[in-house]
């Protein structure tokens, strides 16, 4: 749908991060995804009469760690409340949230888009526990509820409204995701629901500062959908505004079948959740020497790591964004580069090759079977000059199969590149005379022509022959 440029996008998201931790947020519940329906929970997260709750420390501290990372203020003094609302999977008849008094305040997100840098501003980073799940697929009239996930840890990181566009919102999720893969504090695993975004959506004319009225798109599961979700979202509330209507507040859904986002119910402002706090839970007094602590653990970040691989290794920012995104390429890639092999050599390979198999596969780095030393070990033999690139690709393939080295499977098969001037100089001369309608094209100027003849030469060397040797091998005899 074409957006008109009378109006500007003004987007906020609010995203969910289930924490990597192996208990629930106030019981010792196991937080294992895909469990039997309802065989991790107990009176605590159920919601029985007279249990109380205890926190767990580890997700206090996964969120300071976030929010200090994230550029935030970590209060000293915070708080848990009851937001009381009604639905089958919330078995207490409330979430324990935060609300007045949040762990973290402020904070900002560095986006680079489209080569322009942009500052998305933090509101808040608090702590809340999950909802269980509704299940209606499969039940025929009835739905069913599984609460293997009511108590589960959440982080709730909100955005200010200072995203301007659906590539900025989808640009914000990953960058966002990155970070808390590098920290540890979650895995990011949106088709698991470990990461879901909520998009808070409205224009106004462009120009101006007063806010429109917004939409909130709920549990968006995909960077693609993101994008593709406030996309509609903002060409259906330009169009009902061009025909005369107007937007409401409302929460609505995103159909993934019909590429539509659909109404849910009204949106509810904050006096209809009842906020009051936790009885059950004392304010929550944050130590500065353990912040200091926790600060001191934080690992290097993807925009500090990536400038580092542009300064220390001399990689184009594409390559060092692309190694950077994951905590693990980029030690693959320094572990590799470690051995001894030139940085640009194994970022090609493994933004060319490595990814290209590891995508086939459907596995991570960590579970490939070519290690670094099996990539510094190719390296070697291209640079050295017993293999030429295009069998080092079939090498390289090889290896990944079998899980073999280079120099076991160059001996095993014979690979080894033939650079003997003498041979190659036999080759070439075969070529030309068996081809002479081309030498005499290229001859009367076609130079266009050398591919074929090194193609040829080849071909009759089964791929072994040195390019560079046979390319001057035939400018000398052909003229």
């Not at 999950?130 to 108590?151: M, P, Q, T």
Request: charged share 25%; with cysteine.
């Amino acid at each position: 749908m074409k957006v008109s440029s009378d109006y500007e996008a003004v987007i906020g998201l609010e995203i969910h991060a289930q924490m990597k931790t192996q208990s629930k947020m106030f019981c010792g519940c196991p937080t294992t995804f895909g469990a039997q329906p309802n065989t991790q929970t107990c009176p605590v997260c159920i919601g029985m009469p007279g249990v109380l709750p205890v926190i767990n420390r580890l997700a206090l501290e996964f969120t300071i760690r976030t929010g200090l990372a994230l550029h935030c203020h970590i209060s000293p003094l915070s708080r848990f409340a009851r937001k009381n609302y009604f639905y089958p999977d919330l078995p207490k008849g409330y979430q324990v949230s935060q609300y007045e008094l949040p762990i973290c305040e402020g904070g900002y997100v560095m986006l680079n888009v489209d080569g322009v840098q942009r500052r998305i501003n933090l509101t808040r980073i608090h702590m809340e526990e999950d909802a269980g799940k509704n299940i209606h697929e499969g039940a025929g009239s009835f739905s069913y509820v599984d609460l293997n996930r009511a108590g589960v840890p959440l982080m709730e990181i909100v955005s200010d409204p200072d995203i301007r566009s659906p590539k900025e919102a989808a640009a914000y999720v990953r960058k966002l995701r990155t970070v808390l893969r590098y920290l540890d504090v979650c895995d990011g695993n949106m088709e698991e629901g470990s990461l879901r975004c909520d998009a808070n959506v409205s224009i106004r004319p462009r120009g101006t500062e007063a806010l429109g009225v917004k939409a909130e798109i709920k549990n968006i599961n995909s960077f693609k959908f993101i994008e593709k979700a406030i996309e509609y979202e903002i060409a259906r509330q330009t169009r009902a505004i061009n025909e005369g209507g107007r937007v409401i507040q409302e929460t609505r859904l995103w159909n993934t079948t019909a590429g539509i986002t659909e109404s849910m119910r009204s949106k509810e402002e904050a006096h209809d959740y009842r906020y009051f706090p936790e009885p059950d839970l004392v304010p929550l007094i944050t130590d500065e020497a353990w912040i200091d602590e926790i600060r001191k653990q934080i690992p290097e970040l993807p925009d500090e790591k990536m400038q580092r691989f542009i300064d220390e290794y001399k990689l184009p920012p594409y390559d060092a964004d692309l190694l950077t995104t994951e905590r693990q390429t980029a030690r693959w890639f320094e572990e590799t580069v470690n051995l001894g092999a030139n940085p640009k050599d194994v970022s090609n390979w493994m933004m060319g090759e490595l990814m290209r198999l590891l995508n086939e596969k459907a596995i991570s780095i960590e579970q490939s079977p070519v290690t670094p030393k099996h990539l510094h070990g190719l390296i070697i033999l291209v640079s050295d000059g017993t293999l030429n690139l295009k069998i080092a690709k079939t090498v390289f393939e090889d290896m990944f199969n079998t899980g073999k080295t280079a120099e076991a499977l160059v001996k095993e098969k014979g690979l080894v590149q033939i650079s003997d001037i003498g041979e190659l100089e036999k080759a070439v001369e075969a070529v030309i005379a068996e081809n002479p309608n081309e030498t005499a094209r290229y001859k009367g100027g076609e130079t266009k022509l050398t591919g074929f003849f090194v193609g040829e030469v080849m071909k009759k060397t089964k791929g072994k022959a040195n390019p560079k040797a046979v390319n001057e091998i035939l400018r000398r005899l052909l003229g």
